[in-house]
């Protein structure tokens, strides 16, 4: 028999590679980049510096946010943007464990913390970053018209803040009532103890034993207004905060009140405290976007 020539092994023998490589180059590229998670990092929220109040400088360091988009994310997804907590003075964006793989995307937010920056300016910055949402999280997948708020602790008073007052998203030119939804955590609803602290003593930090105030920096102050639907979770009165649940309580009470209100609920995880009960208002939250 004829042996085949040089070039007939040489062909053989690069085919031989190709197809035995083919396998390795299949399984690392999906056929569709959606069904792959996708989280884009430290986006800038602000777009120009004249939407900025206070520190522009602080502002353009700490103001971005991620787009997480897991694979299980329905089309057109629910969105949900999510503000951590801290006191108003600590604490960097995350994505709550609840929220990860599941039918709906999180926008997870950094803002301007207190003493760099006053608490107004944290509003702001909560403001301004839902604004971006509104405005691009299409591209992401996500349906403009189901974004929510959300946050724990001091990111819940973030989300009650710029969902009652209107002025906060009116300054981007978006309605408070263009909100799907919020669900604050444990979120103080009256004045939160950072900003009365603040105006006592500018500059320093401020500890929870602040006395209550109820005025324009409190969501309570705004029960009046229109706004979007509204959950309140809360833990157990015997465990979380003083009067925090209390707070949360009379917040619904008054709102239900009001005839433009759209829906209100609360609920109080009992056997939880401030911290704990993040994980079953978690959830809560998860099973209402998925049905979404």
């Known amino acids: 028999m004829e042996k085949p020539s040089i070039f007939s092994r040489h062909f053989i023998l690069i085919l031989a590679f190709l197809v035995s490589a083919v396998p390795s180059v299949v399984s690392a590229v999906p056929a569709n980049a959606q069904q792959a998670n996708e989280l884009t990092q430290a986006i800038a929220y602000y777009t120009q510096d004249?939407?900025?109040?206070?520190?522009?400088?602080?502002a353009r360091e700490r103001c971005v946010l991620d787009v997480y988009r897991p694979q299980t994310a329905s089309k057109n997804a629910p969105v949900i943007v999510w503000f951590h907590g801290g006191g108003l003075?600590?604490?960097?964006?995350?994505?709550?464990?609840?929220?990860?793989?599941?039918k709906f995307l999180v926008v997870p937010v950094n803002y301007r913390l207190y003493p760099q920056a006053s608490c107004r300016d944290a509003l702001f910055d909560a403001a301004a970053s839902v604004a971006w949402t509104f405005r691009n999280i299409e591209k992401y997948g996500g349906d403009p018209k189901k974004v929510y708020v959300s946050g724990h602790s001091a990111g819940g008073y973030l989300s009650a803040m710029i969902a009652l007052d209107p002025q906060y998203l009116g300054k981007f030119g978006i309605s408070n009532m263009e909100l799907a939804?919020?669900?604050p955590?444990?979120?103080q609803m009256t004045t939160h103890f950072q900003v009365v602290g603040e105006r006592a003593e500018p500059g320093k930090k401020h500890g929870a034993n602040n006395p209550l105030c109820i005025d324009e920096m409190a969501p309570l102050y705004f029960t009046k207004v229109p706004c979007p639907n509204m959950h309140l979770l809360v833990g157990d009165p015997k465990l979380e905060w003083p009067a925090r649940v209390e707070e949360n309580y009379l917040l619904a009470a008054m709102l239900r009140t009001v005839k433009n209100h759209r829906e209100v609920?609360?609920?109080?995880?009992?056997?939880?405290?401030?911290?704990t009960v993040a994980a079953p208002a978690g959830e809560y939250i998860r099973d209402y976007l998925n049905a979404k």
Do not use: K, M, W
């Open 50 to 58: 004249a939407e900025i109040s206070g520190n522009a400088d602080y």
């Open 89 to 102: 003075s600590g604490g960097n964006r995350h994505i709550p464990a609840q929220f990860r793989d599941q």
């Open 181 to 183: 939804g919020a669900f």
């Open 185 to 187: 955590i444990s979120g």
């Open 265 to 275: 609920e609360i609920r109080s995880y009992e056997g939880t405290n401030h911290g």
